[in-house]
């Protein structure tokens, strides 16, 4: 991982856009503060660990959630639509 502060990547954007090609991740300071991150871009999300972790954190909170509304079952033409009389 690489530190560049604001005013070199500005300087040399298309190297720092190579690097993540490249699979390296470089962090951006100012002021000697890291501020952004710029990694590469997973072609599939659920290979990116951050995205399953996301992911994960969902499914944990949506299962914890108690099951609401009404089930009916299957919904027909005729429900929709009227039976035509």
């Given at each position: 991982?690489?530190?560049?502060?604001?005013?070199?990547?500005?300087?040399?954007?298309?190297?720092?856009?190579?690097?993540?090609?490249?699979?390296?991740?470089?962090?951006?300071?100012?002021?000697?503060?890291?501020?952004?991150?710029?990694?590469?871009?997973?072609?599939?999300?659920?290979?990116?660990?951050e995205w399953?972790?996301?992911?994960?954190?969902?499914?944990?909170?949506?299962?914890?959630?108690?099951?609401?509304?009404?089930?009916?079952?299957?919904?027909?033409?005729?429900?929709?639509?009227?039976?035509?009389?």
């Open positions: 991982m690489r530190e560049m502060t604001v005013w070199e990547a500005k300087g040399s954007f298309s190297q720092v856009i190579a690097a993540a090609e490249r699979g390296e991740t470089i962090i951006i300071t100012k002021n000697g503060t890291p501020v952004a991150r710029i990694t590469p871009h997973a072609a599939d999300r659920a290979s990116d660990p399953r972790s996301a992911f994960a954190a969902l499914e944990r909170s949506l299962r914890s959630k108690p099951a609401t509304g009404y089930r009916v079952g299957t919904i027909t033409e005729d429900d929709k639509y009227g039976d035509g009389e």
